[in-house]
C-alpha cells in the first residue's frame, strides 16, 4: 500500500481491505496499527532525508563584502562554506622570488659609449633587450634610425649590452612616460 504510487482514495480503501483481512485472521488491533505508524515514520523519515540534502557552494572570505555576496545564493537555499586565502601551505612557502634582468624591463634607458663617453637616451615600452638588439642591428647595417649610430660611425664597436646600456626609470603600466 506504502510501496505502490495510490491516490489518497485508494490507499483509504486498501487500508480497509487489509484491516478486514487482519480480523478475520485474528490479529489484534493495535499490532495492526502500530505496524501502519511504523511504516509512516519510515516514508517521512526517507522524505526528510531526501529534502535535507543541500549543496554547498565555497566562497573565498574578503571581509564582509563577501557575506553580502553570499545571500543571493541563501535564497537559492544553498549552503556556504567560507575559507581563506591564507593556508599553512601559503605561509610557509613564503614569497616566490623572481630573477629578472633589468633588461627585460621596459622606461627610459641609456646606451654609453665606453670610448668617447658619448651617451644616448631613449624611451621604449617593449623589453630594453628587444631594443638593444635593434639598435646593434642599426649600427651593423649603417641604417641611419638609430639615432646613437653616429657614435660608431667614428669607429667606435657596439659590445655586449652589459656594457652599454643601464636603465634609468622602469616603465610601469599606470604611467606613461612623455619625454
Not at 489484534?28 to 526517507?46: A, G, M
Not at 563577501?66 to 591564507?86: C, K
Not at 658619448?118 to 647595417?141: C, D, K, M, P
Request: hydrophobic share 25%; net charge positive; glycine share 6%.
Amino acid at each position: 500500500m506504502n510501496s505502490l504510487p495510490l491516490s489518497n482514495t485508494r490507499k483509504q480503501r486498501e487500508w480497509k481491505t487489509i484491516k478486514q483481512i487482519a480480523r478475520a485472521n485474528g490479529l489484534p488491533r493495535n499490532i495492526l496499527l502500530s505496524l501502519r505508524t511504523c511504516i509512516e515514520k519510515q516514508q517521512k523519515e526517507l522524505i526528510r532525508t531526501k529534502d535535507s540534502h543541500k549543496k554547498w557552494i565555497i566562497l573565498t572570505y574578503f571581509g564582509t563584502g563577501t557575506r553580502s555576496i553570499s545571500n543571493p545564493f541563501r535564497q537559492e537555499n544553498l549552503q556556504i562554506a567560507y575559507r581563506t586565502t591564507g593556508s599553512i601551505h601559503n605561509l610557509l612557502r613564503g614569497q616566490t622570488q623572481h630573477n629578472y634582468s633589468e633588461y627585460e624591463n621596459s622606461g627610459i634607458y641609456s646606451l654609453k659609449c665606453a670610448t668617447c663617453q658619448l651617451e644616448y637616451v631613449g624611451q621604449t615600452e617593449r623589453r630594453l633587450q628587444l631594443r638593444y638588439n635593434e639598435h646593434a642591428s642599426y649600427i651593423r647595417t649603417n641604417n641611419p634610425p638609430s639615432v646613437f649610430l653616429n657614435t660608431y660611425s667614428q669607429g667606435h664597436e657596439c659590445g655586449p649590452i652589459q656594457e652599454f646600456v643601464s636603465l634609468r626609470h622602469p616603465a610601469t603600466k599606470e604611467k606613461a612616460w612623455t619625454l
